[in-house]
């Protein structure tokens, strides 16, 4: 089973929908979450981040964390064909004095489409 | 958000040459760097973690002899990838982590081809 999974797309949505993306992660003790965008040839960037159970939302993104079921979210609202990307959910697993790494899914390609 | 400067954007080297790439942390002083590397249609891979004035971590089936890196500052770390080959080819991003737990940025990351 992989740390961080990821269904590789291509999510493909029409523009001014809703874009959901979707990762499950195997370390029950993961205690941080972020989602990352990465459009082709370039570095990721964040996008949020998320600690707690529930929803976080800024602007038209909104993440959703539930650790009883090992799931974070991302949703995208009024999408636009800028957001067409390859969107990277990564965790932070219980700290273990070695610095906080990120463990990377392999991440969905996301399209939107006119 | 954090400012990260990372050099060069790519490189095209010969095999058995070496090439170091550079990170550095404009804004912020970088006590952990984080190494990755992404191959082509697949997610980043940590490669090491290296803390300032120390050896670096190296993750499983890394070499640490093929890929120094120094971290001799708070802003400063290198990678420097040795007698390089095709099978090296990848795009290198690094990630320098500061004091606080603020989530991690990235470097715009080195494209480096290797012929």
């Known amino acids: 089973q992989k740390e961080v999974e990821q269904n590789s797309g291509p999510l493909s949505v029409p523009e001014g929908a809703i874009a959901s993306l979707n990762c499950t992660y195997s370390?029950?003790?993961?205690?941080?979450f972020f989602w990352y965008r990465q459009y082709s040839g370039k570095s990721p960037e964040l996008i949020m981040f998320?600690?707690?159970?529930g929803d976080k939302e800024d602007g038209r993104f909104t993440a959703q964390l539930n650790k009883a079921s090992q799931y974070v979210s991302l949703l995208i609202r009024d999408s636009q064909p800028s957001d067409s990307a390859t969107y990277l959910c990564?965790?932070?697993?219980?700290?273990?004095?070695?610095?906080?790494?990120?463990?990377f899914g392999t991440g969905t390609q996301l399209k939107v489409e006119l | 958000g954090a400012v990260v400067s990372q050099h060069p954007s790519w490189v095209i080297c010969k095999s058995g040459t070496s090439v170091k790439i550079e990170c550095r942390s404009l804004?912020?002083?970088?006590?952990?760097m984080f190494w990755y590397r992404q191959f082509p249609k697949q997610s980043l891979m940590l490669m090491a973690t290296?803390?300032?004035?120390?050896?670096?971590?190296?993750e499983q089936g890394v070499e640490k002899d093929k890929f120094l890196i120094n971290h001799a500052s708070l802003t400063l770390s290198t990678l420097t990838v040795t007698s390089a080959h095709p099978e090296d080819s990848s795009f290198y991003i690094c990630?320098?982590?500061?004091?606080?737990?603020?989530?991690?940025?990235f470097g715009n990351g080195t494209r480096l081809t290797v012929t």
């Open positions: 990564a965790v932070i697993k219980a700290f273990t004095g070695g610095g906080n790494k990120l463990t």
């Open positions: 370390d029950r003790g993961s205690q941080s």
């Open positions: 998320i600690y707690s159970n």
């Open positions: 804004d912020f002083q970088a006590t952990t």
């Open positions: 290296s803390n300032e004035g120390s050896k670096a971590t190296y």
């Open positions: 990630s320098p982590k500061g004091y606080d737990n603020s989530p991690l940025h």
